[in-house]
């Protein structure tokens, strides 16, 4: 039986040895054997879709909680609307019906029954919700309606990257209805700043706002803006959008309101969403070859005990490791791994890959000299700590962890956006280096698709802040009217 | 303007005039009436679905909160799995894919493309979530897996009616897998007892528990458990289930563990689910003619308070609710209503209808003789309270009120509980007064099905603890094997 178990733990062990493929060998390849390994997810039998693992769950948890109340800070609430919206509805905005046509999956059968009118299952719910929103307002007093859904969307995508891309998704989706074109455009760009300081704050993930060209904005809406923020591959990645809809939703599906004026006026739309994609940006952005490296803020488990038993100190280091996750745990996330069936090497080489910020170390030595072995996750760093200060420190650790990895990350970005004017300067680090370019553009579409189709790189966004520093179009030469972000994006 | 303003006022109370269908006129009038005048919930354009509005949502959310939290504490974990299942998977259990064929939705088109096999819209997800089991388990290590799902599912109904059948809904549902029969057996009857408590402590409702009829259990379950609620119609309400699967799914999807004993063997496998009928539970349990009356522990807001505001005092009346809603703030759930559109009588029958547990009312005379009128939602009490003694009386008084609730749904649901032998009492009691009948059963499918043909009622459960008083079957009158609870069910 003892001869068993240890066959068993080196077969443990053997999942281990096949490492990570490193980032610098095959990127793709590094992101899937993560994912997989950490077990964050699985393959559907569906092409397209796939199960959310609990350590996916987890973080998509923690997520929707930090967003949530920030939501709510901001005056919305939760509803929830209908899956299956009638094909009808979805024909009532025309540019909303183009651009989501394509990728709807259709119910056409129910029970027995097969429908007369095949029903759309969501690829997003402007359509639904603004029905419902044509009967329930109709006052000035009704507005500013702020309403979010926190939901599954199916989009019938043909290639697939799981997080970043799949058929189907998690997401929220804000709806907001208002007096004015003022009032609406200043909630997207609230609902903007909320995610960026989200994704700042709690992901450590440094993102580049700004507006889309109107190629790029969401089929339906007057502007969309944008949250992207940069992979460690180089690639862009679109972390949010808040929508300002104008009155287009309003008119389609003639959602109007008695103003204090008496005047039947349409309302002023807004519509914003992130998604589960944002778990694969955490993966992308802080990831190593060795797995995860979750910010402290975002890791359901901050901190990890493991004890090394020896046969002769097994019973005093249990207790004491007891004691000190007992004592931790008001104080931060923490979990005690005696799994007895493992050993502490496999265990650290467990808990680096499922990236969980702090390891604490401790041994019949360590006991004695009242100290424990601390290793942060993202550095890699090793330090005695005293048992006494262990209190004190370790969150003041954390804390310092998360700066670091925001800080890390923004020089990323800082070493991996670039700018000019030099359009075959710009295709060469487009196709070897990646990362952002800042350029003048002319706002044609047959410039933003030239750069397209000879790089594979999109505008990302039209920053807010940026001079024009260049006259002319990168791409076409003409006069320029914007600066704008392009990158190759997910 | 001033004129304008008093005339819409005015409207806004005919609101109320146009009061609730009282209880005994038509109670299904009056469930549907305290939904929509409440904003729980819209009818959606597709007949059978429905919007939960904000109202109904943060119930909803409460409830979740509340159920996750025990979930947790039991060592579950959450996961998301997908929509859609593909129709070979559902049929890989005879008895579950009988039972739910009926109820499926099927999409059949993706984008542009007829798919060659259509996938349902899952009805429930055992068939999705063993096909996932039947790859992650492998070792005894692997179990116990403990994971749990919340999400919208889909039944194709015929009869619906808001909260309590629709063809959409919200639920969640656990899904384990165990090593032996009497693990798998203890898991569904621990879920059951959350269920049980959870209802009873948060929502305050009483709930008999007990195992379903092989007629009425869960479709592919070994045993089905259930948490059977009286509703103030007299009527029960299947509010929760929890099912031991045997090794039932086990074989049809081959999901096997390599034992310590080194034998591959099948899982034990248990799920177990509650959905957003509880939000309608909760109505019916305690709704009354006036509106929602909502338990402290599951309202959103739990004490709102309305200042009396005339020209002469305005300013000291509002600063005075406001110094009392911020000091009120971390003892409880408070939501000062200060709007100015609104009279205070009109805000009064508002919150009364939305069932917030505690109004506090301050008018300038109130301030003067340093107290606060306080009414409660559940008996309609008046009383002062010294604003000194508030934030100790009442939290004290919320505590109080959610109480007297479980004590009235108790003593409501004794006093329509019956039981005999004398079956043609039963057909009365089932036809003209309801409530929950006690009686012997032989344990055959004809005499439940004869019971449900002359009555409409069915077996809701078989009590854990009720002793055979009768030895011969109500129905039959051969031998008893079982005490079974009967009642007319939504």
Redesign the interface.
Known sequence: MEQ?TENQKSDQDKEFVRAITPKAVDYSQWYIDVILKTKMM?Y???KG??????EG??I??KIQELMDRRFKETGH????????I?QE?LQKEAEHVEGFA????????????ILNE??A?RPTSEA?IC??YS??IQ?W?DLPLL?NQW??V?R?EKATRPFLRT??F?WQEGHTCHRTEEEAEEETLKMLEVYRECLETEMAIPAVVGRKSQREKFAGALRTYTVEALMSDGRALQAGTSHNLGQHFAKGFNITYLD?D?QLKYVWQTSWGVSTRLVGALIMVHGDDRGLVLPPRIATIQTVIVPILTKKDRERVLESVRDLADQLKDKLRVKLDDRE?YSPGWKYNEWEMRGVPVRIEVGPRDIDKGHVVVVRRDNGEKTFMSRDDLFEELPRLLVQIQDDMLQRALELREANTRSGSDYEEFKRIMTEERGFFLASWCGEDACEEKVKDDTKATIRCIPFDKELEDETCMVCGKKATEVVYYARAY
């Open positions: 068993k699985d559907a039998p569906i879709f796939m199960a959310i693992r609990l769950y987890a998509w948890e609430q939760n509803a929830y609307f209908p899956l299956l009638p509805l394509p990728e709807v999956a259709w119910v056409t059968k129910g029970g027995d029954e095949p029903l299952i639904i029905d419902f009967r329930w006052s007093r309403i939901c599954n199916l019938w058929s189907e998690l204090q008496d069936e």
